[in-house]
């Protein structure tokens, strides 16, 4: 397995959760690696990513300033931590890992690995 989600659960809004994703040591330190979610008849939509070195990322509008992205680079994880949770934040959550992207690309279709997805549920 080369990509490993956990942490989901119920929250409430308001709250704060962290994800984490637990990745094959190629993967980690080498390619830009991501957080999706996808809600209920919805398309998987972009949350935010980060550079292999672990110094840059970048969210989507609609988590920034509540979402932080980081890599432990002993564990070979990532990691989301959300904050000031809303139920809009509802949706599966999955890992993803690109070789050939930046971490700017919000397009799911350019990343080659996923990991399974974890749910996560903001009650109000």
């Known amino acids: 397995v080369q990509l490993q989600a956990s942490g989901g659960g119920l929250a409430q809004a308001g709250g704060s959760l962290r994800l984490s994703c637990a990745a094959s040591?190629?993967?980690?330190?080498?390619?830009?690696m991501g957080w999706f979610r996808q809600a209920p008849r919805k398309e998987r939509e972009f949350v935010g990513a980060?550079?292999?070195?672990?110094?840059?990322?970048n969210y989507a509008e609609s988590v920034k300033g509540r979402a932080t992205i980081s890599k432990n680079k002993v564990e070979n994880t990532m990691y989301l931590q959300m904050s000031s949770l809303k139920p809009e934040d509802t949706a599966v959550y999955f890992c993803?890992?690109?070789?050939?992207?930046?971490?700017?690309?919000?397009?799911?279709?350019?990343?080659?690995?996923w990991g399974q997805g974890t749910q996560v549920t903001v009650s109000s």
């Open positions: 993803a890992a690109s070789s050939s992207s930046s971490y700017r690309e919000t397009d799911p279709s350019k990343y080659d690995y």
């Open positions: 040591g190629r993967i980690f330190n080498n390619y830009v």
């Open positions: 980060i550079n292999w070195s672990g110094y840059t990322t």
